[in-house]
Protein backbone atom coordinates (compact mmCIF):
# COMPACT_ATOMS: atom_id res chain seq x y z
CA UNK A 1 0.00 0.00 0.00
CA UNK A 2 1.74 3.46 -0.85
CA UNK A 3 2.24 6.45 1.24
CA UNK A 4 -0.79 8.54 0.57
CA UNK A 5 -3.31 5.50 1.30
CA UNK A 6 -1.93 4.42 4.67
CA UNK A 7 -2.18 8.19 5.50
CA UNK A 8 -6.24 7.84 4.12
CA UNK A 9 -6.53 4.87 6.13
CA UNK A 10 -5.02 6.49 9.08
CA UNK A 11 -6.79 9.88 9.08
CA UNK A 12 -9.97 8.50 8.62
CA UNK A 13 -9.92 5.41 10.85
CA UNK A 14 -10.65 2.91 7.95
CA UNK A 15 -14.91 3.39 8.76
CA UNK A 16 -15.28 0.95 6.23
CA UNK A 17 -18.39 -1.18 6.33
CA UNK A 18 -17.74 -4.50 5.14
CA UNK A 19 -19.16 -5.33 1.93
CA UNK A 20 -21.66 -8.10 0.18
CA UNK A 21 -20.56 -11.96 -0.32
CA UNK A 22 -19.93 -11.49 -3.86
CA UNK A 23 -17.53 -8.95 -3.32
CA UNK A 24 -15.54 -10.27 -0.65
CA UNK A 25 -14.53 -13.46 -2.94
CA UNK A 26 -11.76 -14.37 -4.72
CA UNK A 27 -11.65 -12.80 -7.67
CA UNK A 28 -14.40 -10.19 -7.61
CA UNK A 29 -13.35 -6.73 -7.66
CA UNK A 30 -16.40 -4.70 -6.57
CA UNK A 31 -17.10 -1.41 -4.28
CA UNK A 32 -18.16 -1.81 -1.13
CA UNK A 33 -20.85 0.72 1.29
CA UNK A 34 -18.73 3.27 2.63
CA UNK A 35 -15.78 2.56 0.83
CA UNK A 36 -13.09 5.12 1.33
CA UNK A 37 -10.08 4.40 -0.86
CA UNK A 38 -10.12 3.16 -4.48
CA UNK A 39 -10.74 -0.69 -5.57
CA UNK A 40 -7.80 -2.77 -6.17
CA UNK A 41 -6.26 -2.21 -9.71
CA UNK A 42 -7.48 -4.59 -12.28
CA UNK A 43 -5.34 -3.25 -15.53
CA UNK A 44 -2.09 -1.33 -16.13
CA UNK A 45 -4.14 1.68 -16.72
CA UNK A 46 -5.93 1.45 -13.43
CA UNK A 47 -2.69 0.82 -12.26
CA UNK A 48 -1.29 4.18 -13.47
CA UNK A 49 -4.93 5.75 -12.71
CA UNK A 50 -3.99 4.87 -9.00
CA UNK A 51 -0.45 5.79 -8.94
CA UNK A 52 -1.55 9.14 -10.02
CA UNK A 53 -4.17 9.56 -7.44
CA UNK A 54 -1.78 8.54 -4.85
CA UNK A 55 0.68 11.66 -6.44
CA UNK A 56 -1.84 14.16 -6.15
CA UNK A 57 -2.63 13.02 -2.38
CA UNK A 58 0.44 13.43 -1.39
CA UNK A 59 0.90 16.66 -2.92
CA UNK A 60 -2.71 17.72 -1.29
CA UNK A 61 -1.75 16.35 2.27
CA UNK A 62 1.80 18.64 2.01
CA UNK A 63 0.19 21.96 1.11
CA UNK A 64 -2.39 21.42 3.61
CA UNK A 65 -0.18 20.43 6.57
CA UNK A 66 2.05 23.70 5.30
CA UNK A 67 -0.68 26.07 4.92
CA UNK A 68 -2.49 24.64 8.35
CA UNK A 69 1.10 25.30 10.27
CA UNK A 70 1.62 28.60 7.99
CA UNK A 71 -1.80 29.98 9.57
CA UNK A 72 -1.05 28.84 13.09
CA UNK A 73 2.04 30.53 12.94
CA UNK A 74 1.04 33.85 12.14
CA UNK A 75 -1.79 33.81 14.14
CA UNK A 76 0.80 33.22 17.32
CA UNK A 77 3.58 35.32 16.15
CA UNK A 78 1.26 38.63 14.49
CA UNK A 79 -1.38 38.89 16.52
CA UNK A 80 -2.38 42.07 18.50
CA UNK A 81 -0.71 41.23 22.19
CA UNK A 82 2.85 40.25 20.61
CA UNK A 83 2.68 42.86 17.89
CA UNK A 84 0.98 45.99 18.98
CA UNK A 85 2.96 48.56 16.48
CA UNK A 86 2.05 46.60 12.96
CA UNK A 87 4.52 46.99 10.34
CA UNK A 88 3.87 49.33 7.36
CA UNK A 89 5.81 46.69 4.75
CA UNK A 90 3.74 47.35 1.47
CA UNK A 91 5.55 43.97 -0.41
CA UNK A 92 8.00 41.44 -0.56
CA UNK A 93 9.88 40.62 -3.73
CA UNK A 94 11.42 37.65 -3.13
CA UNK A 95 8.09 36.56 -1.01
CA UNK A 96 5.72 37.40 -3.90
CA UNK A 97 8.32 35.24 -6.75
CA UNK A 98 7.90 32.21 -4.42
CA UNK A 99 4.50 32.07 -3.67
CA UNK A 100 4.05 32.85 -7.65
CA UNK A 101 6.88 30.03 -8.88
CA UNK A 102 5.91 27.43 -6.20
CA UNK A 103 2.53 27.08 -6.96
CA UNK A 104 3.05 26.61 -10.94
CA UNK A 105 5.63 24.26 -10.17
CA UNK A 106 3.20 22.18 -7.96
CA UNK A 107 0.67 22.58 -11.24
CA UNK A 108 3.37 21.25 -13.74
CA UNK A 109 4.24 18.33 -11.05
CA UNK A 110 0.61 17.22 -11.78
CA UNK A 111 0.10 18.52 -14.81
CA UNK A 112 2.63 16.21 -16.45
CA UNK A 113 2.12 12.93 -15.34
CA UNK A 114 -1.67 13.61 -16.14
CA UNK A 115 -1.11 13.85 -19.77
CA UNK A 116 1.05 11.24 -19.81
CA UNK A 117 -2.00 8.78 -18.39
CA UNK A 118 -4.57 10.35 -20.75
CA UNK A 119 -2.20 9.71 -23.96
CA UNK A 120 -1.58 5.99 -22.15
CA UNK A 121 -4.98 5.12 -21.66
CA UNK A 122 -5.78 6.52 -25.22
CA UNK A 123 -6.10 3.46 -27.16
CA UNK A 124 -3.55 0.70 -28.06
CA UNK A 125 -1.27 0.15 -31.20
CA UNK A 126 -1.04 -3.55 -30.78
CA UNK A 127 -4.95 -4.80 -30.00
CA UNK A 128 -5.46 -8.46 -30.02
CA UNK A 129 -9.42 -7.76 -30.25
CA UNK A 130 -11.50 -5.36 -30.47
CA UNK A 131 -14.94 -4.50 -28.16
CA UNK A 132 -17.88 -2.61 -29.78
CA UNK A 133 -20.23 -1.35 -26.73
CA UNK A 134 -23.22 0.38 -27.95
CA UNK A 135 -25.24 2.26 -24.68
CA UNK A 136 -29.41 2.11 -25.37
CA UNK A 137 -31.97 3.51 -23.14
CA UNK A 138 -31.58 0.81 -20.94
CA UNK A 139 -29.11 -1.91 -21.37
CA UNK A 140 -25.70 -2.29 -22.72
CA UNK A 141 -24.96 -3.96 -26.71
CA UNK A 142 -21.68 -5.57 -26.44
CA UNK A 143 -20.14 -6.89 -30.25
CA UNK A 144 -17.06 -8.57 -31.07
CA UNK A 145 -16.20 -7.48 -34.06
CA UNK A 146 -13.25 -9.75 -34.91
CA UNK A 147 -15.98 -12.70 -34.19
CA UNK A 148 -18.20 -11.95 -37.61
CA UNK A 149 -19.89 -9.47 -35.45
CA UNK A 150 -21.46 -11.56 -32.85
CA UNK A 151 -23.41 -9.90 -29.91
CA UNK A 152 -25.62 -9.47 -27.37
CA UNK A 153 -27.56 -7.67 -24.99
CA UNK A 154 -26.90 -6.44 -21.11
CA UNK A 155 -29.95 -5.64 -18.97
CA UNK A 156 -29.17 -4.83 -15.89
CA UNK A 157 -31.35 -7.23 -13.42
CA UNK A 158 -34.23 -5.84 -11.13
CA UNK A 159 -34.41 -5.66 -7.14
CA UNK A 160 -36.62 -8.62 -7.55
CA UNK A 161 -35.02 -11.33 -9.50
CA UNK A 162 -31.20 -10.55 -7.80
CA UNK A 163 -30.07 -14.66 -6.63
CA UNK A 164 -28.52 -14.53 -3.57
CA UNK A 165 -24.67 -13.09 -3.86
CA UNK A 166 -25.78 -10.80 -6.64
CA UNK A 167 -25.02 -7.04 -6.21
CA UNK A 168 -27.44 -4.71 -6.40
CA UNK A 169 -27.82 -2.51 -9.04
CA UNK A 170 -24.11 -4.29 -10.65
CA UNK A 171 -25.84 -7.85 -11.52
CA UNK A 172 -26.44 -8.63 -15.21
CA UNK A 173 -28.25 -11.05 -16.95
CA UNK A 174 -25.32 -11.66 -19.38
CA UNK A 175 -21.93 -10.50 -18.09
CA UNK A 176 -19.74 -9.34 -21.16
CA UNK A 177 -16.76 -11.56 -21.19
CA UNK A 178 -12.83 -10.61 -22.44
CA UNK A 179 -9.80 -13.08 -22.22
CA UNK A 180 -7.04 -11.63 -19.74
CA UNK A 181 -3.60 -11.08 -20.90
CA UNK A 182 -4.83 -9.74 -24.12
CA UNK A 183 -4.82 -5.71 -25.48
CA UNK A 184 -8.04 -5.32 -25.92
CA UNK A 185 -9.58 -2.32 -28.30
CA UNK A 186 -12.94 -0.82 -26.92
CA UNK A 187 -15.12 1.23 -29.31
CA UNK A 188 -18.20 3.29 -27.64
CA UNK A 189 -21.00 4.57 -29.04
CA UNK A 190 -25.04 4.95 -28.62
CA UNK A 191 -27.92 3.92 -29.88
CA UNK A 192 -29.91 7.04 -28.62
CA UNK A 193 -28.40 9.48 -25.80
CA UNK A 194 -25.26 10.09 -23.95
CA UNK A 195 -23.82 7.25 -21.91
CA UNK A 196 -20.88 6.79 -20.33
CA UNK A 197 -18.61 2.90 -20.24
CA UNK A 198 -17.03 3.38 -16.74
CA UNK A 199 -15.50 0.21 -15.26
CA UNK A 200 -12.96 1.98 -12.10
CA UNK A 201 -11.14 -1.11 -11.09
CA UNK A 202 -9.79 -2.06 -15.01
CA UNK A 203 -9.20 2.41 -15.36
CA UNK A 204 -12.09 2.21 -18.26
CA UNK A 205 -14.26 5.50 -18.96
CA UNK A 206 -15.50 6.97 -22.77
CA UNK A 207 -18.65 8.60 -23.41
CA UNK A 208 -21.01 6.84 -25.72
CA UNK A 209 -22.47 9.53 -27.97
CA UNK A 210 -24.73 8.98 -30.39
CA UNK A 211 -22.98 9.18 -34.16
CA UNK A 212 -19.35 9.15 -32.90
CA UNK A 213 -17.38 6.41 -31.98
CA UNK A 214 -14.59 6.07 -29.44
CA UNK A 215 -11.83 4.60 -28.63
CA UNK A 216 -9.48 3.34 -25.40
CA UNK A 217 -8.44 -0.18 -24.53
CA UNK A 218 -7.60 -2.57 -21.41
CA UNK A 219 -5.95 -5.32 -20.44
CA UNK A 220 -6.68 -7.24 -17.93
CA UNK A 221 -4.22 -8.93 -15.44
CA UNK A 222 -6.17 -11.69 -13.56
CA UNK A 223 -9.45 -14.02 -14.34
CA UNK A 224 -12.54 -12.54 -12.12
CA UNK A 225 -15.62 -10.30 -11.99
CA UNK A 226 -15.06 -6.83 -12.53
CA UNK A 227 -17.83 -4.36 -11.89
CA UNK A 228 -19.12 -0.56 -13.41
CA UNK A 229 -22.11 1.20 -14.35
CA UNK A 230 -23.07 4.09 -16.81
CA UNK A 231 -21.35 7.06 -15.55
CA UNK A 232 -23.54 9.82 -16.89
CA UNK A 233 -26.93 10.35 -16.58
CA UNK A 234 -29.19 8.98 -19.41
CA UNK A 235 -32.49 8.95 -18.24
CA UNK A 236 -35.10 7.24 -15.95
CA UNK A 237 -33.38 4.04 -15.49
CA UNK A 238 -30.16 5.71 -15.72
CA UNK A 239 -29.04 3.38 -12.45
CA UNK A 240 -29.64 0.00 -14.03
CA UNK A 241 -27.16 -0.04 -16.57
CA UNK A 242 -24.62 -1.41 -14.52
CA UNK A 243 -21.83 -3.19 -16.39
CA UNK A 244 -20.05 -6.91 -15.44
CA UNK A 245 -16.77 -8.58 -16.96
CA UNK A 246 -16.08 -11.41 -16.51
CA UNK A 247 -12.37 -12.33 -17.35
CA UNK A 248 -11.37 -15.38 -18.24
CA UNK A 249 -8.16 -17.60 -19.57
CA UNK A 250 -7.83 -17.64 -23.42
CA UNK A 251 -8.62 -20.44 -23.76
CA UNK A 252 -12.21 -20.50 -21.73
CA UNK A 253 -12.58 -17.04 -23.75
CA UNK A 254 -12.08 -18.88 -27.09
CA UNK A 255 -14.77 -21.36 -26.07
CA UNK A 256 -17.09 -18.81 -24.97
CA UNK A 257 -17.15 -16.86 -28.17
CA UNK A 258 -17.55 -20.15 -30.36
CA UNK A 259 -20.56 -20.64 -27.93
CA UNK A 260 -21.72 -17.18 -29.14
CA UNK A 261 -20.98 -17.25 -32.41
CA UNK A 262 -23.11 -20.98 -32.94
CA UNK A 263 -25.64 -18.94 -30.98
CA UNK A 264 -25.86 -15.95 -32.80
CA UNK A 265 -26.14 -18.00 -36.41
CA UNK A 266 -29.29 -20.02 -34.90
CA UNK A 267 -31.10 -17.20 -34.33
CA UNK A 268 -30.43 -15.52 -37.67
CA UNK A 269 -31.23 -18.68 -39.27
CA UNK A 270 -34.59 -18.36 -37.69
CA UNK A 271 -35.27 -15.02 -37.83
CA UNK A 272 -36.49 -15.33 -41.61
CA UNK A 273 -38.86 -18.51 -40.99
CA UNK A 274 -40.40 -15.85 -37.78
CA UNK A 275 -41.01 -13.65 -39.93
CA UNK A 276 -42.58 -15.50 -42.95
CA UNK A 277 -44.91 -16.90 -39.78
CA UNK A 278 -45.65 -13.42 -38.42
CA UNK A 279 -46.49 -12.18 -42.35
CA UNK A 280 -48.72 -15.42 -42.98
CA UNK A 281 -50.85 -14.64 -39.35
CA UNK A 282 -51.36 -11.26 -40.45
CA UNK A 283 -53.06 -11.94 -44.11
CA UNK A 284 -55.40 -15.08 -42.03
CA UNK A 285 -56.59 -11.77 -39.83
Not at 17 to 37: E, F, K, N, S
Not at 39 to 61: K, T
Not at 78 to 99: F, G, I, Q, V
Request: with cysteine; charged share 15%.
Amino acid sequence: MSISRRCAAVLFGLGVAAGPALADQPGVTAPHPWQILMQAPGSPVAQRVQALNDWVSILMVLITVFVGALLAWVIYRYNAKRNPTPSATSHNSMLEAAWTAIPVLILVGMFVPSLRLVYYEDRTHDADMTLKVTGHQWYWEYTYPDAGGSHFDSYGVQDDQLKPGQLRHLAVDNPVVLPVGKNIRILTTSADVIHSFFIPSLGVQRYAIPGRTIETWVRINAPGDYFGECNQICGMNHSMMPINVHAVSADDFKTWLDQLKAKNSSASLAAPGAAHDMAVAALEH
